[in-house]
């Protein structure tokens, strides 16, 4: 550091202005260089250990899942007392109109659409009772999605699933931003996807975010993360979309299909169930877990998937989901090369799903399928992946589908499925 002291003297005084930004092992350098003489100004901050750690919650069984942690706290009220410190009103982004009409990065893009979505974002506080008597007080996030006090959040922050049912953790405490409390009633909640809709009654309409599109959002895209980590309400991260796809495989989850988003936004537990925007303070994403002992791993539900879940809810009360019974694999160009060279009366496709597996007594297998098939057709619309084929069955269990495979020897062979729900415990 003194060799660079050193060096920067011998920098022009006559250049109009130079600047040189260093930070490195917990320092921070920062250095001007104009007209007046050179100065330069150094600082060094120790981080003070966190006290008083979270305890992680026994009661999630995450067994398989290496390193993830769900994004809520857990404390013992004695040692914990709700946050006084709420933000102002969002009015400060009024000269702006909370949009960004030219589409462009500015001084105050984070900042306007945080303060345009922040009055929506809530603290959810549950308190367990053990024996009549107040045990502890977990800690996660929400959001207000409809002026009637309708809110979004995930489904661990506030029940307990036994089988297929669900059980409320206890009392439910919702905090808003300019400091209201409201007592909050569990609606509806999804134990595959982790989504909950919580409801509180207010007599006044209630500031409320508008759901974006999570399939516009693109690697290198900021995102704003709000929400009451560590039970600091009002907090607001900002970073990038690390991956749009992110598949539940890859993050060491078995027996389940899903796909989160990624960022690289700081969230820690309590996070848990708030929002994930756009610069355009639209929601794209239920904030969802962590990994452990990592930064920048974030993961959210995606609002479009989001989106299907509470139409469901509001249909039926529950989310149906078709079951095949096939495992499933996108196929690409280097795995059909692979699979040719395995064996060469592999059919010829550019593109396609491989079937593996069929598990026995499902309606795959009562269809015909065999492993080795190729789907390339389902229900009349050519397919080449996963997700197309449950975007297309939707929730249309017991309906009759067409489907063509090819075999071995570029054999087509048409097929009708029928799916069956699936065990909601899947």
Request: one cysteine or more; charged letters at 20%; aromatic letters at 6%.
């Amino acid at each position: 550091m003194s060799y660079l002291l050193k060096r920067l003297r011998y920098f022009n005084s006559s250049s109009v202005f130079r600047t040189l930004a260093i930070a490195a092992a917990g320092s921070a350098l920062l250095c001007s260089n104009g007209d007046t003489d050179f100065r330069a100004s150094v600082k060094a901050r120790i981080p003070v250990p966190l006290q008083d750690p979270l305890p992680f919650p026994q009661h999630l069984d995450f067994s398989g899942v290496y390193g993830t942690v769900p994004l809520y706290s857990y404390r013992d009220i004695g040692s914990q007392t709700p946050s006084s410190d709420t933000t102002k009103d969002a009015s400060a982004a009024a000269h702006h109109g909370g949009s960004n009409p030219c589409n462009c990065f500015e001084r105050n893009t984070i900042a306007d659409a945080a303060a345009k979505v922040g009055p929506a974002v809530v603290n959810i506080a549950v308190t367990h009772d053990y024996l009549g008597v107040t045990a502890a007080k977990s800690i996660g996030s929400g959001t207000i999605i409809d002026k009637d006090g309708t809110i979004l959040t995930c489904a661990h922050v506030v029940v307990y699933f036994q089988g297929t049912s669900s059980l409320s953790k206890g009392k439910i405490e919702v905090t808003l931003q300019d400091g209201r409390s409201f007592e909050g009633k569990v609606i509806n909640a999804d134990l595959h996807s982790d989504i909950a809709i919580v409801k509180i009654n207010s007599k006044t309409p209630l500031p409320e975010v508008k759901l974006g599109s999570s399939s516009k959002l693109r690697p290198g895209d900021w995102v704003i993360s709000l929400g009451c980590p560590l039970a600091l309400q009002n907090t607001v991260t900002a970073g990038i979309v690390s991956c749009v796809d992110r598949k539940s495989s890859d993050l060491g989850f078995t027996g389940v299909n899903r796909e989160y988003l990624q960022t690289d936004c700081a969230t820690n537990v309590g996070n848990s169930g708030g929002p994930l925007v756009n610069i355009d303070g639209e929601l794209v994403g239920v904030n969802h877990m962590k990994m452990f002992a990592a930064d920048g791993l974030s993961f959210s539900v995606p609002i479009d998937s989001v989106s299907k879940i509470i139409e469901q809810f509001k249909k039926r009360g529950r989310v149906i989901r078709p079951w095949l019974g096939l495992k499933m694999l996108d196929l690409n160009d280097t795995l059909i090369a692979e699979l040719k060279l395995r064996s060469a009366t592999f059919p010829d496709v550019d593109k396609g799903i491989l079937v593996p597996m069929v598990t026995p007594g499902s309606p795959g297998q009562r269809a015909g399928f065999r492993p080795g098939d190729v789907v390339i057709e389902f229900d009349g619309k050519p397919v080449q992946s996963m997700k197309e084929v449950i975007e297309i069955m939707e929730d249309r269990v017991g309906v009759p589908m067409k489907v063509v495979v090819k075999r071995e020897g570029n054999k087509l062979v048409k097929l009708t499925v029928i799916p069956e729900e699936s065990n909601p415990n899947i």
